[in-house]
């Protein structure tokens, strides 16, 4: 029969968060420093150590303070929804953090 219909989509795998050899791999990848944007390959690594998977706050603290761009991969990782404990955030980890609070989100 040409009308058999479409097989059901499965679900994506649910999203894991990044055990603590799998961060300190993500770390070790990454360039020390203090910019503020992280350079095209730095975005790269990071994206792709970080598809379909999570991370706790306090490991993008961690980040945010030893890698180039760091900062800006925290507010990215709170953004694409990878923080599995969101309401760990603070004020200290930066404007975003404030600005978000000051709408009610």
């Given amino acids: 029969d040409d009308c058999d219909p479409m097989p059901p989509a499965s679900a994506p795998p649910p999203m894991t968060v990044l055990s603590?050899?799998?961060?300190?791999?993500l770390m070790s990848s990454l360039q020390t420093g203090c910019g503020d944007l992280p350079?095209?390959?730095?975005?790269?690594?990071?994206?792709?150590?970080?598809?379909?998977?999570?991370?706790?706050?306090?490991?993008?603290?961690?980040l945010a303070e030893a890698k180039d761009g760091g900062a800006h991969l925290?507010?990215?990782?709170?953004?694409?929804q990878l923080l599995a404990d969101p309401q760990e955030?603070?004020?200290?980890?930066?404007?975003?953090v404030q600005a978000l609070w000051a709408l009610g989100a």
Wanted: glycine share 4%.
């Fill in 20 to 25: 603590e050899a799998e961060f300190q791999a």
């Fill in 89 to 96: 955030l603070r004020a200290s980890d930066g404007p975003w």
């Fill in 39 to 62: 350079s095209p390959s730095q975005l790269r690594r990071f994206r792709s150590a970080t598809n379909g998977r999570m991370l706790w706050t306090s490991q993008m603290r961690e």
């Fill in 74 to 80: 925290f507010r990215e990782a709170y953004e694409r």
